[in-house]
């Protein structure tokens, strides 16, 4: 922890809790605080920044619903593992977005299967045509990141016996088919039973869930994919402007 500590504004109009969380917050956006170091104890903190107790816990407990901290009882608070941040809006695989870090998939299952309802006509797919099933678990640092579900037409006769835990838009280049762009939503939602279980949740937690519809420089429907991420773990940026 370093020596040099930010004064609060006592006559800000934002509440003292509230900037002592923000200097937090930023000592660790910044890696000035890193994964595992250990901050201050609520009596250090008030010592240093001349708050009270109360103050100090609303402070923690901000950073701690941020996924920021851990408090571990009978040893202290330490910061947890950054969130793997996805820029938007490129379009990328799993595999490029996670170039120089430990990480690798899982696949669950695979199957060509009748499409099944709505996909069928997001895919441009008449009612009987079947898909190509591929759902895998992402792993990173050990540590169960996110579900992907894809559906691919069966038209794009992808194999049975290829390696998918292999870059999947890779893959799909290999056979001719290069994707140009996506429409993409997110939202949260709660981790269903089956996503705690393969995500290594202790409870049901809120996820990030992404659906894309990939489209190839043809502009053919080439992948409708459902991403389920921990929240905890997990972040989407995009640079805005505003004209």
Known sequence: ?????????????????????????????????KEGDMIPSENELQQIY???????RKAVELLVYDGLIDKKKGKGTF?????????????????????????????????YIKAPSG??????????????????????DGIPLGILHS??????????DEDYTQSLYRILEKKGIRLKEAEQTIE?????????????????CPTLVIRRLAFSINHEAVEYVRG???GDRYRYSCKLTRY
């Open 151 to 160: 559906y691919i037409p069966a038209k794009f006769g992808l194999s049975l």
């Open 228 to 230: 389920v991420y921990r």
């Open 50 to 56: 001349g708050v009270s107790r109360a103050t100090v």
């Open 119 to 140: 996909i069928d006509t997001l895919l441009k797919l008449a009612p009987d045509e079947s898909v190509f099933s591929l759902k895998r678990l992402m792993v990173v």
């Open 1 to 33: 922890m370093s020596g040099r500590y930010e004064s609060l504004d006592h006559d800000s109009f934002k509440p003292l809790y509230f900037q002592l969380k923000e200097i937090f917050h930023n000592k660790i956006e910044s890696e000035e605080l």
């Open 188 to 204: 949260v939602t709660m981790a269903t039973r089956e996503e705690t279980r393969l995500l290594e949740l202790k409870v049901p």
């Open 79 to 111: 910061v947890k593992r950054r969130k793997i941040e996805e820029q938007l809006p490129v379009l990328k695989s799993f595999t490029e977005e996670m170039v120089g870090r430990d990480a690798y998939k899982k696949v669950i299952a695979m199957a």
